[in-house]
């Protein structure tokens, strides 16, 4: 099964500051990841995916994301925070529901709250 | 385009009582449907999922149950609330290795 980790479950930064959520995983596959965003008392937004192709990938409101193999990796950035930024920020992959089966779920990390400081 | 609704968007219900979740999804057939609980500090739960009318899966033995009585609409329930069941539950659908969508989200509170 696969698995995330994101290091740090609270991230604070300064607006105008370089934005920078680490996440990690596991997958014995080539992983499709994601990272989505939640505002409080809402559902999750997804800002970007990584399935094939290109590893650095552009999201929604000034976010990237680059894919390392190497490194296991798949940290989201944005060069410059904005107070509207602030949010919890959860990574995922793609696992399968049953073994060698068709059916997804996502296996998501535990989160990382983004406070933007004025 | 796709939409998914859930409702109610809050409940406050006390332990033992009786529990009905909804979430319906528009402008697509035949998704995926998912159930997830979020607790505070504790990343998202895959609670329930659904490939098709009557067809559901539960990932992790617990107080719920859920079904799907049509194509677009899946439904969370419970006989006897805990206080462990207490949490804000996310209805999901997809298809594929790719992207979930969320819905709005209900926060459950037991007392």
């Known amino acids: 099964a696969q698995s995330v980790t994101q290091l740090g479950s609270h991230v604070s930064v300064s607006e105008g500051a370089l934005v920078l959520l680490r996440c990690n995983y596991s997958s014995s596959v080539p992983p499709y990841l994601f990272w989505y965003v939640q505002y409080p008392n809402q559902g999750l937004q997804l800002l970007l995916k990584?399935?094939?192709?290109?590893?650095l990938v552009k999201g929604i409101n000034g976010f990237e994301a680059e894919f390392k193999k190497s490194e296991t990796s798949f940290h989201l950035t944005k060069p410059s925070a904005h107070m509207s930024d602030a949010a919890e920020y959860f990574c995922?992959?793609?696992?399968?529901?049953?073994?060698?089966?068709?059916?997804?779920?996502?296996?998501f990390g535990k989160g990382t709250l983004l406070t933007v400081n004025p | 385009s796709q939409t998914i609704h859930q409702w109610p968007a809050t409940l406050v219900q006390p332990v033992g009582s009786p529990l009905s979740l909804e979430c319906t999804v528009e402008g697509t057939s035949n998704p995926n449907l998912y159930w997830y609980r979020q607790a505070a500090g504790r990343g998202l739960q895959l609670l329930f999922y659904?490939?098709?009318?009557?067809?559901i899966s539960s990932e992790v033995p617990q107080n719920l149950s859920a079904s799907r009585p049509q194509d677009r609409q899946f439904i969370l329930s419970s006989k006897k609330l805990l206080l462990s069941d207490s949490g804000f539950y996310l209805c999901a659908w997809g298809g594929g290795p790719y992207e979930q969508y969320f819905g709005p989200g209900t926060r459950l509170t037991v007392t």
């Open positions: 995922a992959v793609s696992d399968t529901l049953n073994s060698g089966g068709s059916n997804y779920k996502l296996t």
């Open positions: 990584y399935t094939t192709g290109a590893t």
């Open positions: 659904s490939v098709g009318i009557g067809q």
